[in-house]
Each structure stands twice: as C-alpha cells, then as structure tokens.
C-alpha cells in the first residue's frame, strides 16, 4: 500500500509517498531517494516491492522547493531512447538549481518524520537511491551516521 503524505519544512512542504507492508508493524524504514527524474509511477511501484520484503519506505520529492512531482510532465514508460531529449529539457534546469546541502538538511527531517512515524521499527534507519539518489543516499549517511547504518 502506498500513500501520498505532506512533510513541512522550514522552506516548504515535501510532497512524499510512503509504502508500507501489510500486517502491523512496526517496520525498519528506507528512505529512497530518487533520481532526477523524481517521483513517478515506476518509482512509487519500487517502493510498493521494496515494502512487500518487510519495509517501510519513504519517498520524497527532493525537487519539492521547484515542483511538486511529477516532475516531467508526459514522460513514457519506460523511458525510450527517443525520449530522453524530451525529458532531459524538463530535468536539466532542475538539476543545476538543485541544492544539494539544504536537501542534506531535509535528511534531517525526513528521517524525524520516520522516527515518529508509529509503524516504524526504532533504530538505525536504511538509506538508498540511484544516480542522483544515489549521491545523495551516500551524503547523508555519512553526515548523520547516528540515524543512517
């Protein structure tokens, strides 16, 4: 099951989606961090897998401060050869304002947000993403090892 929650922040609110398994939890959390191309169907579908092993994930829109998802407006799936020029005129822009230390920031939050979140398992919270993402999956981790191992 996936739903759409609102996370405030100092700078705006963060359109997220969370999947959550079936049962009762409480679940260990993931946040997922997307890649440039933000949230969209394909996104939310691997994190509805994600949560069918048992995990309670956290996708938000790190672009929320430019755009509520989704992002590219249009966008084909899978995404074709033919379409990426299409889609890379949508994303560049965001990319190049895309301001990597205030969504460091928003970790900050987002990972709050989980750890008062009734269904979620207290700990160590888990961190993942891809291209983008990935980078900033890996950032965060390392600048608060306290929440993220």
């Known amino acids: 099951m996936i739903q759409t929650v609102e996370i405030h922040t100092p700078e705006g609110t963060c359109d997220s989606w969370v999947a959550q398994p ?11 961090c997307m890649d440039a191309v933000g949230p969209r ?4 579908a691997m994190a509805e897998r994600l949560a069918s092993e048992g995990y309670l994930v956290l996708l938000p829109n790190l672009f929320y401060r430019e755009k509520s998802a989704p992002i590219v407006r249009g966008i084909p799936s899978p995404i074709r050869a033919e379409d990426i020029p299409g889609v890379l ?34 700990g160590k919270l888990g961190i993942f993403g891809y291209c983008m993402g990935g980078a900033m999956a890996i950032r965060t981790a390392a600048t608060y090892p306290e929440r993220f191992g």
């Not at 079936?22 to 997922?32: L, Q, R, S, T």
């Not at 005129?89 to 990597?100: A, C, G, N, Y």
Request: hydrophobic fraction near 40%; proline fraction near 10%.
């Open 22 to 32: 079936e049962g009762n939890g409480p679940w260990p959390a993931v946040i997922f």
């Open 89 to 122: 005129k949508q994303i560049m822009p965001l990319v190049e304002r895309f301001d990597s230390s205030a969504a460091l920031r928003d970790m900050k939050i987002l990972s709050d947000y989980l750890g008062q979140h009734p269904q979620v398992r207290q």
């Open 41 to 44: 169907p394909t996104l939310c």
